[in-house]
């Protein structure tokens, strides 16, 4: 039985379906859908009606490479003889240049889940146009995204360079990592990993706080010999607890922080061979780091260290500081004299009672040195207070 030519061509060109984008690239490439029977194609591309190009191809695809324009082109479908058995219509063809999507930089590089704020995001290479606009998104770990739009800020929020990007119509973005991309009407997209760092919130977040303490000093080691117990002394600290990145992303250190603080003592002191009652008074300003247990409960340990300098001035109830004092040991000398600066270290340990999420009660235990290049001087005491955060 022998079929019409003029049949097989209808169908042909039935089954020649063309899979064209309307605007390509200089590098990209025209596909169309495979004809059974048919083993090559011939490809034609005109511009203003001038013929450019023929290429015959035994795929069902042809690379384009060509100047930026608009240009016409058809597909011819060959018999095993290289006649033609099906022709499509000349179908437009617009040849952009390429753009490549880029980002370079995000910014702020982390958040937390309940702060509205904008992004600021380096990019180049977008496209705003007749043929289509980006698309920006931030896509979690777990490939859930939320579209961007574009947004204008306040001259002095803006980041010179920078695009800054709202989400809008989402319930937010709930903790992880999320990657920033950017995707151009031509499919051609760029993606920074882990552009985003979204934090779970914590609650009742103060990480200041200010405290007063009373403390007691009792003489340790050598300092027995001529020191005594003392219950004046106090200390007012001011607390500041991390709040970067690292340690967001770790809970149990979030009661993590530095502390700044002035500590006061007064202790009676005898000196051997005299009978005068000596009072050393003792200040000194620290600097250090403090760590408290994370739990939810009303009572948390706290612990602490800091170092700094303090100095000591000596008096005396019962004589002037410019007097020589007359020792029985024959080391006559003056209060004036005695007077000191230290090296100071200071560590110890709290319980913290939270009756209230903004105030708090410390009842801890610490101990404390000064040090010079001649001697040393040792106390530990209790210390009771209490602050206030915000």
């Not at 042909?12 to 063309?18: D, S, T």
């Not at 250090?288 to 170092?307: D, K």
Request: proline share 6%.
């Amino acid at each position: 039985m022998v079929r019409s030519t003029q049949t097989d061509k209808r169908l042909l060109l039935l089954i020649l379906v063309l899979l064209i984008s309307s605007a390509l690239s200089a590098q990209e490439r025209i596909e169309w859908r495979a004809v059974e029977g048919i083993d090559f194609y011939r490809v034609e591309i005109r511009q203003d009606d001038t013929f450019i190009e023929e290429q015959i191809t035994s795929e069902s695809s042809l690379p384009v490479i060509l100047p930026e324009g608009s240009y016409e082109f058809r597909i011819h479908a060959l018999d095993p003889f290289g006649g033609v058995a099906a022709s499509s219509d000349w179908s437009p063809l617009e040849i952009v240049e390429q753009v490549y999507p880029f980002v370079a930089r995000v910014h702020p590089s982390w958040i937390l889940g309940t702060e509205p704020q904008a992004l600021q995001a380096r990019i180049s290479g977008a496209v705003d146009g007749e043929r289509g606009k980006s698309r920006y998104r931030l896509v979690s770990q777990e490939g859930n995204e939320v579209p961007l739009i574009t947004a204008e800020l306040l001259p002095e929020e803006r980041m010179e360079g920078y695009t800054a990007f709202l989400w809008e119509g989402t319930p937010g973005l709930f903790p992880g990592d999320w990657d920033f991309v950017m995707t151009n009407p031509d499919g051609r997209e760029a993606r920074v990993e882990k552009a985003l760092l979204v934090l779970e919130s914590i609650e009742n977040d103060w990480p200041r706080n200010i405290q007063l303490h009373w403390n007691g000093t009792f003489p340790y080691g050598d300092n027995l010999e001529y020191q005594k117990e003392s219950f004046l002394g106090g200390s007012i600290v001011f607390a500041h607890e991390f709040r970067g990145r690292k340690i967001r992303q770790r809970p149990g250190f979030r009661n993590f922080g530095w502390n700044i603080g002035v500590f006061y003592n007064q202790a009676e002191m005898e000196s051997s061979g005299t009978p005068v009652t000596i009072n050393a008074d003792f200040i000194s300003l620290n600097m250090g780091l403090h760590y408290g247990t994370p739990f939810r409960f009303p009572v948390n340990l706290i612990i602490h260290a800091s170092v700094g300098v303090g100095y000591t001035r000596y008096t005396s109830p019962e004589i002037d500081r410019d007097l020589l004092i007359v020792s029985d040991a024959g080391d006559d000398f003056y209060l004036k004299d005695m007077d000191s600066f230290d090296f100071v270290f200071r560590t110890g340990a709290a319980l913290r009672i939270d009756p209230h999420p903004r105030w708090f009660l410390d009842l801890g235990c610490s101990l404390s040195g000064s040090f010079l290049l001649n001697r040393s001087a040792l106390v530990w005491g209790p210390y009771a207070g209490g602050g206030f955060r915000w």
